[in-house]
């Protein structure tokens, strides 16, 4: 499976719940956004390893919203501690799916420790995770996907990248525009 047929996947997810959705660093947001660009989509555009921490945070925050986030293998493995605190927060809206490339993506497809042997949902099961799931087609994943609104989700895709066009938008457009969908009205 390609990276961009596993974010084809979670975007339609997202669709179909309303949830909002976080954009991984880098070529993952482009190729979000190329493929279904939403007003519910926050797309990070630095900051490697935090999309995971930014949705958790979301999640907590609006529990009447399902949050789902897109995240690296690379990302993740700069920022594993988020995994041990989804699994104590254990939010019941919150999807993290980690598509594992094996590469560093965004910076020239260098392997990463995933390509290694380090097993992503092995860690997030050892870090307390006890939704834990893996799916390595995109039909796989879209069953997965059709009964699975919490918990961690690791997709294993192939390296690669798609000539996705440059986010046209500044930072702070989709930031002004994701906080439109996404906060609370002020009480």
Not at 74 to 79: D, E
Not at 101 to 122: C, E, F, R, V
Not at 128 to 152: Q, S
Request: aromatic share 4%.
């Amino acid at each position: 499976m390609k990276r961009i047929d596993a974010i084809n996947e979670v975007a339609e997810k997202a669709k179909e719940t309303g949830a909002l959705l976080i954009g991984n660093i880098g070529i993952p947001c482009k190729e979000l956004h190329n493929v279904c660009d939403m007003q519910a989509n926050f797309y990070m555009l630095g900051s490697m390893g935090l999309a995971s921490s930014i949705g958790l945070g979301l999640a907590l925050s609006r529990p009447d919203k399902k949050v789902i986030t897109i995240e690296g293998d690379g990302s993740i493995l700069m920022n594993m501690g988020t995994l041990a605190t989804i699994a104590s927060q254990e939010p019941g809206n919150y999807l993290l799916v980690i598509i594992d490339n094996g590469a560093y993506g965004s910076t020239g497809n260098q392997p990463t420790a995933t390509s290694k042997g380090t097993d992503l949902a092995a860690v997030a099961k050892g870090a307390g995770n006890k939704r834990v799931y893996e799916a390595d087609t995109p039909d796989n994943l879209r069953e997965i996907l059709r009964f699975v609104d919490a918990g961690v989700i690791v997709v294993k895709a192939d390296p690669g990248n798609t000539d996705a066009p440059v986010i046209e938008m500044t930072p702070k457009e989709i930031l002004e525009r994701f906080m439109d969908i996404s906060s609370q009205p002020s009480r």
